[in-house]
Structures are given as C-alpha cells and as structure tokens.
C-alpha cells in the first residue's frame, strides 16, 4: 500500500504569501520612485489579537507602532509602500490564568487601489516574527501575513486607518492567528502635487492669463486713459465675468459713494419737517411757556451719579474670584480608595481559588517580618530533594503580604520574603541545574479576608511551585 501524502492547506497559503512579498521586494522596476510622489507616514493603531488554539491565550488587546514609505503612483501597477513596526500584546492562559506577553514583529508590503483618492483601500502581504512571553517559558517563531485594509483621509495631512491581518506562525507545524487595528496615519513629509480632499486646487495659470486683460479694465484706469482708448468701453462687461474678485474690489467702494451720495437727499426731507413742527409749536401757542419745567435737566440725577462708587466693589470681587482656582488636596477618603484598589481587602468575587502545581508548598510569616519560621525549613527540604532528583525542573517562588501599612513598602516586604525563600532554597539544591523564575504581588492577591488577624495570617505569605522537566 502506497501512503498519500497531502500537504496542508496552511503550507499552500504560506507559499502564496511567501511568494507575493518577494514579488513586493524584488520586482519594483516598474515603479519609478524618482518621477512619482513618496510619502514618510507614522502610524499608530490599536485593536485586538485573536491567538490560535494551540497558543492556549485568550483574546487581548494589541497595540501597534509603524513606519512606512509610500511610492505614490496612479494606480496598483505602479505604487508601492514598505511598512515596518512591533505589535504589543497583554494576554492571560486560559488553563491557568497566568499572564503572558508577545511582540509581533512585521515588515510589510502595501499595494493600493486608488493611491490619490480620498478612500484608499489597499492589500498587504508581510513576514517577520511573533515572540511569547510567559512565567516560566519564552518562545518565537517566523511568520508569514497577509490581509488587506483601508485609508480614509480626514485631512491632507492625516488619515484614519483600518487594519486586518492573518499571521501564518511557524514553530512545530504551523497556527493562524487574526489581527484587527483601527488607528491614524500621520504624512510627515507629502508631496504638495498630490491632493486627495474633493477641494478646488487652486490654479495659478489661469488667475495669471485673466489678471493681465483686467488690469486696463478696471474703472481707476478709465481716468488715466486719455480719451482715444473709447473702443475698450464694450470690452468692460466682460471683465467683471471672468475675474469675479477683482470685479467685487472695486464695486464695494463704488457702491459705498453712490450710497453716501443718495442719503443726504432723505436728511433734506427730514430737516424741514423737524422745522416745521419747531415752528408750528411757537405758533399754535405763545402761552406754551408751561414746556418750563424742561429746566428739569434736574440737577438732582446729577448728584445721582455720586453712588458711583458701587462699581469699586466689582474690583475686589473678581479679585476673590481667583482664590477658589486653586485645585483642591487630595482628601484621606481619595487616598482610601487608591489603597482599597491597590490592596482589596477581601479577595475578588470573581477570583477563583487558586491551585498550586504539584510538588508546592506555601511558607507563612509573622507580621512585618521576611524571617523563614523554623517549621517551614521541612517544606524547602522537601522542595529541594526533589528539584535534586529531578535536574532541569523550573521553579517559580512568589510573595505576598497582607493589607497592613503602605502598598509601596507592601511590594517591598513581599519581595523580601520571596528573597529569603529563594536563597534558602537554592542553599539546599547546590549546583544542580534549575530554572528559576520569581515575582512579588505585595497586598494586591490576598486569599483571605483582611479584615481580622485569622485571615491577614494566611495572607502573609511565600508560595513555591515545581515543574517538572
């Protein structure tokens, strides 16, 4: 019997991917990037990273940093851009909840459908890396990426980006993960013949070829025109049609004459009925002097004026306005609720018991104190006789401390216990071989309650954790 052999469908995506970015990097004699515009752009993104499932991590948040240089050409055919940057990644296990960290790597190639437009939507192919950062183990891998995405310009000068991607990880066999981002992309250097935004670009040939006829067209000129130039009068409505802004110069002031000129008519008017009723008034009625008490310019609101002196008080109160500007002390009851954050007093309801990996041990400590109690040395022996027997075991020591004091000087406390564990323990292995790995949670983990003695005891403490090899 003959044996088949099919090869994955994943190794043939990884080929075409493969293939096309050779194409981007190599073949780039049509694209002349000395006659066509370039761009420098920076691009800053944010999105999320789904993980294969062989990866074991959840889905998390992705921050991405990259530079690229833009060839900016009419169409696909002739445009091109090269993009380089690293992706960032915070993720937790989904076995064990611990967390893990991971770069990606990437340098890709960017082909674009319609380069000058406003929308431009564009293919991407890449390769690079992808490097996992967990407590105990860190790996890499080579990958492959393709997937395309968009560039809408907000302005000249800025865009708004859309970003999908599928890495082709390679390590033992090969795992897919997906990329999505939606971040800005910053033109540090553009070339001004490009314009994307629907805006009317301003042509400089054609105000020059109509302001050259307008000059002798305008009105000022009839004056300095000797009188002999009166066959150029039919040509001056056709200025004011083909150079609008000129046209609307010297209308305005023509306008605001014509205006002054025609209102003095009205005041004539207006004048002789103002004298009519002024001489009218004396004439119906000589006994009118009874208008006398129009002596009541009334010398009394003169001395009105006098309680003037309230606007005095108007200075001082904005004087008293500046006084609650300043920003206020952080109160006991803030500083409170940055503890409780920082250091929860019971352990989150959401939080699920933990349990260590087998062999382990927990070693507890008195209040304040980093000293190894002499009951606990049993449990390191123990420890260490089987790391002895077991060379190559990876070990990871953690310390912890209860809500009692500081949470800086908590951290503190918390990496001095896990120091003194450390050295007890590796004063007991010797020279064998071991991988040792260690963190300090000050009073952010409790396990128990804080608010009595009983539950602070348990809180007050050093875990150790063995793996095998």
Request: proline share 12%; glycine share 6%.
């Amino acid at each position: 019997m003959q044996k088949t052999v099919k090869k994955p469908v994943s190794r043939v995506k990884a080929a075409a991917c493969a293939l096309l970015f050779l194409a981007a990097l190599t073949d780039t004699s049509q694209v002349r990037a000395a006659d066509t515009p370039h761009d420098y752009t920076l691009n800053v993104s944010a999105g999320g990273l789904k993980f294969s499932g062989q990866d074991e991590l959840r889905h998390s948040l992705v921050y991405d940093i990259r530079f690229g240089y833009d060839i900016v050409g009419t169409s696909i055919v002739d445009s091109l851009g090269i993009e380089g940057g690293l992706s960032y990644a915070s993720s937790t296990s989904s076995k064990d909840n611990t967390k893990a960290r991971a770069y990606l790597m990437r340098v890709d190639a960017i082909y674009p459908f319609l380069p000058r437009k406003r929308l431009v939507p564009f293919l991407a192919v890449g390769a690079g890396g992808m490097v996992i950062e967990r407590p105990t183990t860190t790996g890499g891998s080579p990958l492959l990426a393709w997937g395309g995405g968009m560039k809408y310009f907000l302005t000249e000068y800025l865009a708004l980006r859309l970003d999908v991607r599928q890495n082709i990880l390679f390590n033992v066999g090969s795992r897919n993960d997906f990329q999505y981002m939606l971040g800005l992309s910053f033109l540090m250097d553009r070339d001004t013949k490009i314009r994307r935004l629907p805006l009317p670009p301003p042509p400089p040939a054609d105000r020059k070829g109509s302001a050259a006829p307008a000059v002798p067209v305008i009105d000022f000129d009839k004056q300095q025109e000797p009188g002999k130039k009166a066959p150029e009068k039919p040509a001056e409505p056709e200025t004011p049609t083909q150079v609008p802004l000129p046209a609307a110069v010297i209308a305005a002031p023509v306008a605001a004459v014509t205006g002054l000129l025609n209102q003095p008519e009205q005041p004539k008017t207006e004048a002789p009925q103002e004298t009519v009723t002024a001489a009218a008034k004396p004439v119906e009625a000589p006994p009118q002097p009874q208008p006398q008490p129009q002596p009541q310019p009334q010398p009394q609101p003169q001395p009105q004026p006098q309680p003037e002196p309230a606007p005095q008080t108007k200075v001082p109160v904005k004087v008293e306005l500046a006084e609650p500007l300043a920003a206020p002390l952080p109160d006991a009851s803030s500083q409170g609720m940055i503890e409780s954050i920082l250091c929860p007093i019971d352990p989150p309801a959401t939080q699920k018991p933990r349990v260590l990996k087998k062999p382990s041990t927990t070693i507890f400590f008195d209040n304040g104190s980093a000293a190894i109690k002499p009951q606990f040395m049993a449990e390191i022996n123990r420890i260490a006789a089987y790391v002895k027997k077991h060379p190559g075991s990876e070990v990871h020591i953690e310390g912890h401390t209860d809500r009692s004091g500081i949470s800086d000087r908590n951290v503190d406390l918390s990496r001095a216990r896990m120091t003194s564990v450390k050295q007890a323990l590796l004063k007991k292995i010797g020279r064998v071989k071991v991988k040792l790995t260690e963190q300090a949670f000050g009073c952010r983990l409790p396990v128990e309650s804080n608010r009595e003695e009983k539950g602070r005891s348990k809180n007050r403490r050093a875990t150790i954790e063995v793996t095998p090899p």
